[in-house]
Every structure is written in structure tokens, then in C-alpha cells.
């Protein structure tokens, strides 16, 4: 019988793992040592000090390199002549939508990119019609076909002269890091890692623990999505570069949403890009390892890639009217939207106490400040949702202001994070109760959300998308899930929309490709708790526990997030 077993989880689940549990744990340990009902923090940090010395006296005493030169750079401002400039001008010239009058403030043109396909096309487009420069950055660059097609664009593009600049995550980059540094050899490209982990060799697993004395920097994710053409068109919302988020991996994809911009909001999704670039947390690759050693002993990111991306029969409509094909007509279909764009700041302030410890950033501000504003509907779509005084809030004004609220998010067959889950499962009832409709992904292959997602048939269809729409007027879409992670230790960056367009669009959209799709979670009447409905022959079919899941998996989960302090999910 096969409970939990930390080999089987991915890498990324691995670090969630020791963040939700090791560090929670030892706070458990500091109050027990304490003997009163909360330790101060002292009492914590001294705990993980502990750890940290053991992952000192393993780890060599690993440290970052102290002086590091960091050649500054802005974003290129002189780019009305290139090409991708013209057809931006060109296009919001002709972009016209009647609910956002010019009068109201600076208008962008925005795409919404639900499709895996269309979305990973439009990247590749952008990054063959670059002629100055290409500004990326990703939590997550994977080395497989989609993370080597996608650098192959981008070394193809610096070897013709477009000035490159990549900024990724360090977390999960040991898995690329040989792939990274023969990307990061080449003329016109500078490579950079967020918040790289003090030890640099071994397995993430390795990395993360000999890293726990420095526990905090460790924590600080950036988990921003961005990728920025001539300072023209922008792309942003919640994918990473990797398989599974654009319908090309089995045996699970990822449900997600991206968004195409340009006008005022790409040149403010710059100097976002711009302060995370030049911030003392972005180290050029060449500071952490010998870049042109490694390089020459790894095949170059064009091996056995073609050059262009191909997509799926079904998908035939990418080529005919996808981005490539639009920009080759001087001509891209958006529409006009008044945008706020939202980022963390790159360094979390330094707390003075744990009230101020747990103060959410700008990017979740600015998602509980639109929620509040509801006076008719809020539709809220997040893979992980963890609910937190300020957000129950929230959704307790937007209920008083006579606002309907439903949530969709994973159910625990279709979840890539059960820990997650479980934090999340602790309140499925109290939201029943406040009159919110609670929906959960049903781990089926429904075509309609193939074609959402752009994942393959015989894949698992994840969630993955952060939306939320709010009287069917605003919007937010970006990188935040609404969970404690991304409310408190994460970086996140996101936009606001105000379009009538655009919001009705994603409305029906969610209504038609989730709530048919989803288990409806409901109060149970007769006994209390909870149950999962979903239509079957006229009738609901009606569950009592979590659906699909079998008991093993359910009891070693639920005994692994007894041990869960929630603030740290």
C-alpha cells in the first residue's frame, strides 16, 4: 500500500512539500518547546536555525558569490521604426470598443489567448518579428520541446541582432541548468536567475534542504509570467514555458489563460520587467557557474528542433488566423480596454512583526479591492484556492453589495498540488455556507475543455488559469493564484481590465467550458457537511466525498496536512 511518498511527487511539489511541512513543523516543535499556544518568532527562526546549521554543515557552508557585476539596462524606448511597432500604432488606430470611450485614460489593445496552441504560436511569432529587443521572464523554463523551441526563437533572434534578456526563476533550474548556460553563451544574450538557492549542484531535492539557513531568501519565488517584443506587444498571464501548458504533454495539461497586449500597458509591463532585471536578486548566469564550460558540453538548444512550431490538425485555424498570420497582414485583432497593470515588488518588506509578516502584496490588494467593488456577479477561477481572513472579507462585501459569487477551482483528482488541496478543503463548507456556488474540475477529457486548454485527448486536464470577472465589466488575469503563497511570498504580476467585451467573453467562456465540466459542491440538507453533485440522465448524481480519489491517497494526505500550519500554504 502506497500512502505518500516524497520520491513520487514532481520537483516543484518536492519544495512545496518542505515549505508547507518542514518549516511549519519546526514551528510546532518551537511552541511545544515553549509551552504556550503560539511561539514568538524568535522561538521559530531559532528552530530553523538549527535546521539551517545541519544544511550548513552538509551543504560546505554554501553562500552566493558577494560581489556581482550587474550591467544595468532599460528596455528600449527608440522603437518606432521597427516593424512590430508600426503594426501595434497601426492596429489601435483601427481598435474600437464603445464601453471604453478614449476620454476615460489610456487605452491598450488586448487578445485573450485561452488556447495552448494559439498561445505558444503567439509567442514564437513575436519573437521572429523582434527586431530590437526581447524582454522574458518565467518562474518556469523546462527543458523539453516547448522550453527548446522556445529558446531556439530567442537564440535565433539575438544571432540576428535583437539585444535578448531572460530572467527565470532559479527554483526548478537545476533540472535545466546545462540547457540555460548553452543559451546564455551566445552573443546578444544575458541570462539572469531570480533568487538563486545558495547550493547549486545536486538534485532540487539536495539543493533546497542544504539551503534551509537561508530559509526566507529560499521562500521569495518569482512567479511572474512576461515576455515583451520591440516594447511593442506584450504577453502575460499564468503560463510557464514548458509541455504542459500548451496541450503537449501527457498525461496531464494545464487549463490556462494568457492574454496578448499593446498600447500604454506594454511600456508599464516593462519597467515591471526593468526593476526585476536590475534588482540585487537577478544574477547574471556567469556569476553562479562557468557558463562557456558548460555550454561546450551540451548540445545546442537548435538539435533536432524544428524551426517552426507545427500545430495539432485540429488546430489548423492557428496558422490561417494566429498571430504570425496577422502580423504578416500588418494587421493583429484586438480590442481596446482601459488596463491596470499590478506587480509585487521584487523584495518583500522586511517584517517589524508577524501581522506585517503576513500583509498581502500589491497583486492580491488589488484582486480583494476588485472583488469588494461587486455589486451583481463575481466569477473567480484559480487552481489553488486558499481562503485567508482578507479574502473572506471580500467576498462577504461583494455578497452585501448583493453581488452572486462562484469559485471554480480543482477538485483533488485533477489537483498537481494535494497539499494545496487540503489547505483549501478546510473551508469548502464555510463557503458553501456564505452562498458562494463552489465548483471543482471533474478529472474527465471532455472535448470542450480539449479545446479550452489545447490539450491532447487521453491527457488529464488540469486547472491552471487565475481569473477573476466582476460584474461583467472588469478583470483580472495574470500569475496570482488566490492562495497564502501567492498572497505573501511569491512575486506576482497581473492585469486589471475594464472592458464589457472582454469580461462577457470570459463570462460565457467559464460558464460554458467549467461549470459543465466541474462537480458542483453543495451543502448537505439532511446530515450536514458536503456533497458533489453532477448532472447524469436528468438527475444529479450525488457523492459524499472527495470523487474518483481512493481512501489510501485520501488518508495519506489528510494525515500529511494535519501537521500543516495553513499560514504557510
Known sequence: MRLFFPSQMRGHDWFIMLERFVYPLSQRISMALWGIGSAPRLSVRWVCAVAGLVGVLLGGCASLPDQVVRRYSEAHRDVADSALARIAAATLAETDDPSTPAQRGAVSGLRLLPGGDDAFEARLALVRAAEKSIDAQYYLVADDRSGRQFLRGLADAAARGVRVRLLVDDLNAGATKGLLA??????????????????????????????????????????????????????????????????RSKPANFIDMDVLIAGSAVHELSEVFDAYWNSALAYPLQSLVDVQGMAKKRPAVEAGLPIEFVPRAAQEEVQRDGLGAQLARQRVQLRAARVRVIAD???????????????????????????????????????????????????????????????????????????????????????????????????????????????????????????????????????????????????????????????GDLVDMIHREHFDASYSVRQRLETGGIEWTVPDGGQDLRMTRDPVIGWAQRIGWSLLSSLIDEDYL
Open 345 to 503: 515588488a521584487v523584495v518583500h518588506p522586511e517584517p517589524s512583526s508577524p501581522d506585517v509578516a503576513m500583509r498581502e502584496g500589491s497583486v492580491m490588494r488589488a484582486n480583494l479591492e476588485l472583488l469588494q467593488s461587486a455589486r451583481q456577479e463575481v466569477l473567480v477561477v484559480s487552481p489553488y484556492l486558499i481562503p485567508m481572513p482578507s479574502m473572506l472579507d471580500a467576498f462577504d462585501a461583494a455578497s452585501a453589495g448583493g453581488a452572486r459569487i462562484s469559485v471554480v477551482t480543482n477538485s483533488l483528482a485533477t489537483t498537481d498540488e494535494p497539499l494545496a488541496h487540503y489547505g483549501y478543503a478546510r473551508y469548502r463548507e464555510k463557503l458553501v455556507r456564505m452562498g458562494i456556488a463552489l465548483y471543482e474540475l471533474m478529472p474527465v477529457n471532455d472535448p470542450r475543455i480539449d479545446n479550452y486548454s489545447g490539450a491532447h485527448q487521453g491527457s488529464l486536464a488540469r486547472l491552471h488559469a487565475k481569473l477573476a470577472v466582476v460584474d461583467r465589466r472588469w478583470f483580472y488575469v495574470g500569475s496570482m493564484n488566490m492562495d497564502r503563497r501567492s498572497a505573501h511570498c511569491n512575486t506576482e504580476l497581473g492585469l486589471v481590465v475594464e472592458s464589457t467585451a472582454m469580461a
Open 182 to 247: 548553452e543559451f546564455a553563451s551566445r552573443d546578444n544574450v544575458e541570462l539572469r536567475m531570480f533568487n538563486p538557492l545558495p547550493v547549486r549542484t545536486g538534485s532540487l531535492h539536495s539543493r533546497v534542504l542544504l539551503s534551509l539557513h537561508k530559509f526566507d531568501q529560499v521562500n521569495r519565488r518569482m512567479h511572474n509570467k512576461l515576455l515583451v517584443a520591440d516594447n511593442s506587444f506584450a504577453i502575460t498571464g499564468g503560463r510557464n514555458i514548458a509541455d504542459e501548458y500548451f496541450g
